[in-house]
């Protein structure tokens, strides 16, 4: 059996980069592992970046807060959401 795989990614205005990185999720080799989901923490984003995103096959999770609140406490919440064994930044 693979290990499962997890990804939060924490967003903020990020437009095309969000969408580059979601790619680079979706073509990288997952011989190793299952990927579980991908969790995105918008951090009160305006530029619509995390809006349709329907077209990227991945299993996404979006957690939409309204102000941003900087990097940790947003990775904490997308931390709570996934089982964690082992977490790297």
Same mark, same amino acid.
């Given at each position: 059996?693979?290990?499962?795989?997890?990804?939060?990614?924490?967003?903020?205005?990020?437009?095309? +980069?969000?969408?580059?990185? @979601?790619?680079?999720? /979706?073509?990288? *080799?997952?011989?190793?592992?299952? =990927?579980?989901?991908? %969790?995105?923490?918008?951090?009160?984003?305006?530029?619509?970046?995390?809006?349709? +995103?329907?077209?990227?096959? @991945?299993?996404?999770? /979006?957690?939409? *807060?309204?102000?941003?609140?900087? =990097?940790?406490?947003? %990775?904490?919440?997308?931390?709570?959401?996934?089982?964690?064994?082992?977490?790297?930044?």
């Amino acid at each position: 059996m693979k290990n499962t795989l997890d990804v939060v990614i924490v967003n903020w205005n990020a437009g095309p +980069l969000l969408r580059e990185c @979601l790619r680079s999720i /979706l073509t990288a *080799n997952r011989m190793e592992f299952d =990927l579980s989901r991908v %969790v995105i923490v918008d951090n009160g984003s305006s530029d619509g970046s995390v809006a349709d +995103l329907q077209d990227i096959n @991945l299993p996404i999770a /979006l957690i939409l *807060n309204s102000d941003n609140k900087g =990097l940790q406490p947003r %990775v904490t919440g997308g931390q709570k959401t996934v089982k964690l064994i082992t977490s790297f930044f």
